[in-house]
């Protein structure tokens, strides 16, 4: 995926079949999503190995030791802005995740990436 043409203040989504990329969904209405801030010259590289990632279940398998998760991935959201480029992982599901399954699934992306900041990163609830 490249995205060297995305325009500033543009946002490109990519979400599973039947997951409308607003927090309204029935899917995302519980969840929350995962912020990574990147230098500008990462943002295709990084979208492209999440939407791998995602496509490919890496993530969730290896996320799910646990299961009171009752949660999964729903998108990714790859975002162009003046102040830096960013690109929100959205955690969803019928309840909302736990607290220990994010923290699970932020490993497994900074593993899966080579980002080890990504373990610090902020996950922020749609709404609560």
Not at 64 to 84: D, F, N, Y
């Amino acid at each position: 995926v490249q995205l060297g043409g995305l325009k500033q203040d543009s946002n490109f989504h990519f979400f599973l079949e039947n997951i409308a990329p607003m927090w309204f969904d029935p899917m995302n209405k519980m969840g929350g999503r995962l912020t990574l801030s990147l230098p500008n010259n990462l943002l295709d590289s990084t979208f492209s190995a999440l939407v791998l990632l995602l496509v490919g279940s890496i993530i969730e398998i290896d996320a799910l030791p646990t299961q009171e998760s009752h949660g999964g991935i729903c998108g990714v959201v790859a975002s162009r802005r003046q102040r830096g480029d960013r690109i929100e992982v959205w955690l969803g599901g019928p309840e909302e995740p736990s607290g220990a399954w994010v923290d699970r699934v932020k490993e497994v992306l900074a593993k899966e990436l080579g980002m080890p900041d990504i373990e610090q990163g902020r996950y922020k609830k749609h709404f609560g």
